[in-house]
Structure formats: C-alpha cells, structure tokens
C-alpha cells in the first residue's frame, strides 16, 4: 500500500530534472527517421521492457555521481546536500520523460524528473 503525504511546501518538496543522455548510431537513426507533415524528425517504438531499462539506466546513473563523488558544479550547498540524498526524507515521483526527446551533440536524451520531500 502506497504512503500518502502531506508535505508542508514551506521549502521542503524539491523537483529535480536530470538531463539522461543515450547514444545511437546513425545507421539506427536513420531508420527512425520520419517525414511528418513536411518536416523530418524520428519516431521510436519502445516496449514497457525497453522504457524500464531505460528508467533503470537513468536511475544507476544518478546513483553513481552519488556513489563515485563525482564533483558538481555550480551548485548551492543545499542543491550538492540533496544530490548526495543527505537531505533527502523520501522520494515522493519519479519519472522519465519521454515525450520530449532532443538531440545534442550528437546524442539523444530524455529528462528523468523526481520529486523529494526533504528533512
């Protein structure tokens, strides 16, 4: 049975938007490649199993700047604290954006968006 909360928006529920970055060859993304309504963009099919690994992925990910101290830059005290799960009570959502796939740099990425509920 899930928890419910009733958190107290006095600075204590956090959003943080991750940028997940995945790579493709060219020979894939050309065959993704779509002409809708004139204009060139992509289209991918993924199954419940593929958007899980994904999920997956984007979550090890983030567990390992914890894990490895990989050193952040440009980031409060506070913002360094909650990215380490220092400050963190409990995490409320979270979720991988998929709808909004962009390109950069020659990779592809999706967002993964959590929502916590800080100490």
Same mark, same amino acid.
Request: aromatic share 16%.
């Given at each position: 049975m899930a928890k419910k909360y009733?958190?107290? *928006? @006095?600075?204590? =529920? &956090?959003l943080e938007t =991750? #940028?997940?970055?995945?790579? /493709? $060859? %060219?020979e894939e993304l050309e065959k993704c490649r779509y002409n809708y309504k004139g204009k060139d963009t992509y289209a991918f099919v993924m199954s419940d #199993? *593929? /958007?899980? %690994? +994904?999920?997956?992925?984007? +979550? $090890?990910a983030r567990k390992a700047?914890? !894990?490895?101290? /990989?050193?952040?830059?440009? !980031?409060s005290e506070a913002e360094l604290s909650m990215v380490k799960l220092e400050s963190v009570r409990e995490? !409320?959502?979270? %979720?991988? +954006? +998929?709808?909004?796939?962009?390109? @950069?740099?020659?990779?592809? &990425? %999706?967002?993964l968006s959590s929502i916590y509920l800080l100490c």
């Open positions: 009733k958190p107290d *928006y @006095e600075g204590k =529920v &956090y =991750v #940028r997940c970055f995945f790579t /493709i $060859s %060219a #199993r *593929y /958007i899980m %690994a +994904l999920y997956t992925y984007c +979550l $090890s700047v914890v !894990l490895e101290n /990989i050193e952040m830059e440009g !980031l995490v !409320l959502f979270q %979720a991988l +954006l +998929l709808d909004d796939v962009k390109f @950069e740099d020659g990779k592809m &990425y %999706a967002e």
